[in-house]
């Protein structure tokens, strides 16, 4: 019975899951509890030794008590000089320090300004533990001391929102306005562009980037060029409600900008809607829709040149309206428009066409036929300038119908379909005589014949690009600069135009594209009047012929942009030689020209690749 009574007097009741677990891993709260008091104490005896021997008297003045020995008063000053030393380096004395400094006179001893302040810091109350509970030193609210419980102005600690409110004014103060400042991805895309900038920006261009948003009330002044910032405005477009009255130049380079940036949306694209303007330039139209397309021509009926590159949303419906309502267009420049098909060309031509004075189409693979160019050359009896490139489906039958047409001047064509030689010859032989600007891309089979022609029958040419073919030799090139007949050409791309067999790396005996002898006779033929020379990937070109072309004996005035890309042998010596015959040189391209160390750049000068392109490569002064 006893043992009974016992054994009952042991009933405690249920036990929840976090008792069991804790008895089952040997876990005591009363454990836990002793740990935290016994840390608790050893924090006051450590704060304790750190301020030995000092007590505070009414509230603020600090006593050293009498009864310590020598011995012990030298002790307590060392440590206490050790304490002050620690102080000293912390973040908070630093901070503290910097608000003082407004307070304190010209004529204090800095020294002793920061003992004092160390001294102030390392007496105020101590620090409570995690866990306890403290008032706030701004509100006095009542809170849980944490770790990352922030210290206020006089040393105490400060509840959540008043630490909130500190680190904000602390944000606030600590932001310092900088100056206009252009990083490395814009410097490289202005030097790709040919642009070098050196020195400070002119008081206009300061007064212009000061202007943070575009309003109503400065459109007056937008209207003079050298009050303008399209850079500005494009960095606020969404701010901007309208461009007034601005002159069609700035409008143009509004364009370019916006469109590199890639933010030519439907409510950009109002800002140049104007019906009092001919000409509309949108250089990026991949963000507009269909709609967009023909609200461009029902608000601007008076529009005669048309430039729309990346129309990817324009529709049959988009030019039936131009048709519809006989737009007086002399000038159409359209890109990427494959949604219109080969009737809806057929027809525009057909109505439209003998107004058509210009004429460029690109980068169309879904239509675009060759009975579409018929159609094209058979009503536009007064085009002056064709452009057809990247065209998928024109071939041998385009380049005949092309050859028909009376007026023109300015010819640019690259098909992606094989043509035959004899048909270029033709064009060339039909269209000679009138032309003065030619540019073949991408005739593989065209072959020195070709070149014998432009010799025979161009007589005005001021711009020749033959480029991407391994069938024209060197020789070829030579007799076609060799006694020509035409003007001095102002611009040459014969880029690419080299041998393409990897197993020959210096090329077969005979040297095929533009080679030494070529390169000479170029030079000797339009050197004087050259302009831009592009020679890239011509590999074939030799060192001797690059010394003898720029020798100290030669210049070039003209000359601003050269590519001499690809071209391995080119070496910081050349490059001298270079910048020496070319005093009016802007952009230099050399990409891969892996011997183009150290050469120095003269002042103005932008010069893209070779191995250091991406330093400061603009010096001051002016080349020796």
Not at 211 to 217: D, F, G, Q, T, V
Not at 420 to 449: K, M, N
Request: aromatic share 6%; charged share 30%.
């Amino acid at each position: 019975m006893a043992f009974r009574r016992q054994a009952g007097n042991q009933i405690r009741g249920p036990h929840s899951a976090l008792t069991d677990f804790l008895a089952s891993n040997n876990i005591s709260a009363a454990q836990i509890n002793e740990d935290y008091q016994q840390r608790l104490r050893e924090a006051e005896e450590q704060q304790e030794q750190d301020t030995p021997g000092v007590e505070e008297n009414n509230g603020n003045e600090r006593t050293e008590t009498t009864s310590e020995t020598p011995e012990q008063r030298k002790k307590r000053k060392r440590k206490e000089a050790v304490a002050l030393a620690k102080i000293k380096q912390s973040k908070e004395f630093a901070r503290r320090k910097a608000r003082r400094i407004g307070d304190l006179d010209d004529d204090d001893d800095d020294d002793d300004d920061d003992d004092e302040l160390a001294r102030d810091m390392m007496y105020e109350k101590s620090r409570p533990m995690p866990g306890q509970l403290e008032n706030c030193e701004i509100c006095s609210k009542r809170f849980t001391v944490t770790a990352y419980s922030k210290t206020g102005p006089n040393g105490g600690l400060l509840c959540g929102k008043c630490s909130k409110e500190i680190n904000d004014e602390e944000k606030k103060s600590k932001q310092k306005k900088r100056g206009p400042k252009i990083g490395r991805r814009q410097n490289q895309s202005n030097l790709l562009d040919g642009l070098v900038t050196q020195g400070a920006l002119s008081l206009v261009e300061m007064c212009t980037k000061v202007r943070s948003k575009m309003n109503r009330a400065m459109l007056p002044w937008l209207k003079h060029a050298d009050f303008f910032s399209p850079q500005k405005v494009a960095d606020n477009i969404n701010d901007v409600e309208e461009f007034g009255d601005l002159p069609p130049l700035l409008l143009h380079r509004l364009s370019q900008i916006l469109s590199k940036r890639r933010v030519i949306t439907p409510r950009t694209l109002n800002l140049f809607l104007r019906p009092e303007l001919d000409s509309i330039d949108i250089y990026d139209c991949a963000k507009l829709e269909t709609d967009d397309f023909g609200k461009i021509f029902s608000f601007m009926p008076s529009v005669t040149n048309v430039n729309l590159r990346f129309a990817g949303q324009m529709k049959d419906a988009v030019v039936d309206y131009m048709v519809d309502h006989n737009l007086k267009i002399k000038k159409l420049y359209l890109d990427a428009a494959n949604l219109v098909s080969d009737d809806c060309w057929r027809r525009l031509f057909n109505k439209l066409g003998p107004q058509f004075e210009s004429l460029k189409l690109s980068n169309l693979d879904a239509s675009f036929d060759d009975e579409t160019v018929k159609e094209l050359c058979k009503s536009c009896t007064s085009l002056r300038r064709l452009k057809l490139k990247h065209c998928w489906k024109t071939s041998d039958e385009s380049l005949i119908a092309i050859s028909k047409l009376p007026m023109l001047e300015h010819l640019s064509l690259n098909f992606i379909q094989k043509t035959h030689a004899e048909d270029i010859v033709g064009l060339v032989q039909s269209l000679g005589p009138g032309l003065r600007t030619l540019s073949l891309e991408g005739f593989d089979d065209a072959d020195d014949e070709v070149l014998e022609k432009i010799h025979d029958n161009c007589s005005m040419l001021t711009k020749l690009r033959i480029i991407d073919n391994s069938l024209l030799t060197d020789a070829g090139f030579a007799g076609l600069f060799t006694n020509w007949s035409n003007c001095r050409l102002e611009y040459v791309d014969l880029s690419s135009t080299r041998d393409v067999d990897k197993t020959l790396p210096d090329g077969p005996e005979e040297a095929m594209g533009l080679a030494s002898k070529g390169f000479v006779s170029l030079m000797q033929h339009s050197g004087s009047a050259i302009r831009t020379l592009k020679i890239a990937s011509c590999r074939h070109i030799s060192y001797a012929a690059f010394e003898q072309v720029f020798s100290p004996d030669k210049q070039y005035p003209h000359l601003k942009e050269l590519d001499i890309s690809f071209l391995t042998f080119v070496d910081d010596h050349l490059v001298h030689c270079i910048f020496h015959s070319c005093p009016a040189l802007k952009k230099l391209i050399a990409f891969a020209c892996f011997s183009v160390h150290d050469v120095r750049v003269p002042k103005g000068v932008a010069l893209i690749g070779g191995l250091k392109a991406q330093g400061p490569i603009v010096l001051e002064g002016v080349h020796d």
